[in-house]
């Protein structure tokens, strides 16, 4: 059993997660605009947006994974690392069982339709989608969006087996150690500096053989990001020290964002031109490291915002601590459904954007409102525990569901 010392709530680290998701919908609404590939496309679809996706796309998932290691933490060292691998099991594997086969198959659907390779319904489609040995284009059955709470549960089900070790050595020689690199007046450099280094490494090593895929089985460098964010994200969780050092950074975390931000944004405007020309190729790893670095002081200042401005309790955050998680389970095939029909009725491109972006957050309020939170048997299926339950969970957990 564990015999963690108590520690307090971290409002801060709940208002960052619902913020990090919010932005996660905003940014899938954004895909159907940019030229990137993506399940359907608008009429519309053009580079103008394309800056500011870039800017979030460096950190936005990485300051998820890093949330959900301290959730992690939290709720190991009050269940243990068996029950907590049971309860999570449970947890993230219903939504993701059910997201497979109901919430996502229409995204597959239109996604086909669009591109001509089906020309059916979608209960035509649905039997086929769910058959393994189906021949379309894509993979059928597929997670999409919820790949996030795959590897979330995969990398859980990893650290349960040494959540207490883990724990009791960060108590320890752990804590000694933490001090020792965050406690002193160098602490604000090391703790915006050293959390980059593992991602070079990866940038060096991993990244080159092993491109982005989400499918759990062949995505090395991926994992490797993600869960060393997940696991810091665990380690640093109670520390004082690095929390501590996070606040102090704060002024320089806010000012190098700012600067890199800006540096990348004029590089990456010209990146197809850069990165063909041999004038230009010694900065090319020189942008890569900065753009590691952004990520990593984009998450350490809003880190440090949030523990001076959000680190309270409010009605508003103990409703969407619970919220936040069916929207982000559902919002991708409202903006897929959306998207898909809105394009097509002709209107300007902000009025259709309004209605996409304005629609999916709509939709997935009045669904979780209206329906999933007031049906027993739906709430497990969109991670919520039962409703006799959840007043006892609000006062237990540290950073959300996950």
């Keep these: 059993m564990p015999h963690a010392p108590a520690f307090p709530r971290r409002y801060d680290l709940d208002w960052l997660r619902i913020i990090a998701f919010g932005l996660l919908i905003l940014y899938h609404s954004g895909m159907f605009y940019v030229t990137w590939g993506w399940h359907v496309k608008s009429v519309h679809a053009g580079p103008e947006a394309e800056w500011a996706m870039l800017l979030l796309n460096p ?76 021949d379309f284009s894509i993979t059928t059955p597929t997670w999409n969006h919820l790949w996030y709470i795959v590897y979330l549960l995969a990398y859980t089900l990893l650290l349960a087996p040494f959540a207490g070790r883990i724990s009791r050595l960060m108590r320890g020689a752990g804590s000694r150690v933490a001090q020792a690199l965050f406690a002193g007046k160098w602490g604000p450099a090391a703790a915006l500096t050293l959390p980059v280094l593992p991602h070079i490494l990866y940038r060096l090593t991993l990244d080159p053989h092993f491109p982005t895929t989400h499918d759990l089985t062949n995505d090395w460098a991926n994992h490797a990001h993600s869960l060393t964010m997940l696991m810091l994200g665990f380690v640093l969780a109670k520390n004082v020290h690095f929390w501590s050092a996070v606040r102090r950074a704060l002024p320089w975390a806010v000012a190098l964002v700012l600067a890199l931000g800006t540096g990348l944004s004029v590089l990456w405007a010209q990146w197809e031109a850069v990165s063909t020309s041999s004038d ?65 009725q002709g209107l300007p491109v902000g009025l259709e954007a309004a209605l996409v972006i304005g629609g999916t957050f709509a939709g997935c309020a009045l669904l979780h409102e209206l329906v999933i939170r007031r049906v027993g048997f739906l709430r497990p299926l969109f991670g919520l525990k039962p409703a006799n339950a959840t007043e006892t969970a609000r006062t237990a957990s540290a950073a959300g569901t996950v």
Excluded at 107 to 132: C, I, K, M, N, T
Excluded at 281 to 291: C, D, F, K, L, Y
Excluded at 329 to 339: E, P, S, W
């Design 280 to 344: 230009w190729q010694w900065i090319i790893w020189p942008a890569r490291t900065a753009r590691l670095a952004y990520a990593w002081i984009a998450i350490a200042a809003l880190l440090g915002l949030a523990q001076h401005f959000l680190n309270r309790p409010s009605r508003a955050l103990t409703y969407m601590t619970e919220a936040i998680f069916p929207w982000y389970i559902l919002h991708q095939t409202l903006t897929v459904m959306l998207g898909y029909w809105l394009t097509r």
């Design 59 to 134: 950190w936005r998932l990485s300051l998820l994974f890093f949330i959900s290691g301290v959730a992690l933490r939290f709720a190991a060292d009050k269940l243990g690392g068996g029950k907590l691998a049971r309860e999570r099991t449970v947890r993230l594997g219903l939504p993701i069982l059910f997201g497979m086969v109901i919430i996502v198959a229409p995204q597959s659907w239109l996604q086909l339709v669009e591109g001509g390779e089906f020309s059916g319904s979608f209960w035509a489609f649905w039997p086929q989608y769910l058959d393994f040995n189906s």
